[in-house]
């Protein structure tokens, strides 16, 4: 491949990559973060003593920023403007590694935001449901981790 000439425009598909991941994954993490903090604030009114069990969903929310982190990075240390080292077909793979972490990252983020807000106000209610919020918190944090799996192995793969 290296005696190929590649396009001028290569390297942009592979920043875009590193942008997606961090950007995406980011938008989620916030929105977890303030949809389970407007929660967290409603709740704390009526039981203060529960605001540290309440943290972790804003935790869970800030790892889906941290796996974001974490391809944006690979993905930047791989870019290289140089066209025999860095070509088209791994600019493409480093944008496809970057959106699955980064859409994995908001659909993660939306998720631990929707079930942290109800599930801190429950809990205040009921502490009994403390135990089945975290359950569900956790398949909400596991679809990010899928979105970084198949980013690493994305980000990683070397053309043959």
């Known amino acids: 491949m290296a005696d190929v000439e590649q396009p001028l425009y290569t390297p942009f598909f592979g920043v875009m990559g590193a942008t997606s991941a961090i950007v995406f994954s980011a938008l989620g993490a916030a929105y977890g973060t303030a949809k389970s903090g407007t929660g967290i604030a409603t709740m704390s009114v009526m039981r203060?003593?529960?605001?540290?069990?309440?943290v972790i969903p804003v935790v869970m929310a800030g790892i889906i920023a941290i796996y974001g982190l974490v391809v944006a990075a690979l993905i930047a240390n791989s870019l290289s403007a140089d066209p025999t080292e860095y070509t088209l077909f791994l600019s493409f793979v480093h944008l496809g590694a970057g959106l699955s972490v980064g859409l994995s990252g908001v659909a993660a983020?939306?998720?631990i935001g929707i079930v942290g807000d109800a599930g801190v106000r429950g809990t205040a209610q009921q502490p009994r449901?403390?135990?089945g919020m975290i359950l569900i918190l956790i398949f909400a944090e596991v679809?990010?981790?899928y979105g970084l799996i198949v980013a690493l192995i994305l980000a990683t793969k070397s053309p043959k």
């Open 143 to 145: 679809l990010g981790l």
């Open 109 to 111: 983020g939306f998720a």
């Open 129 to 131: 449901l403390f135990v």
């Open 48 to 54: 203060p003593e529960f605001i540290m069990k309440s």
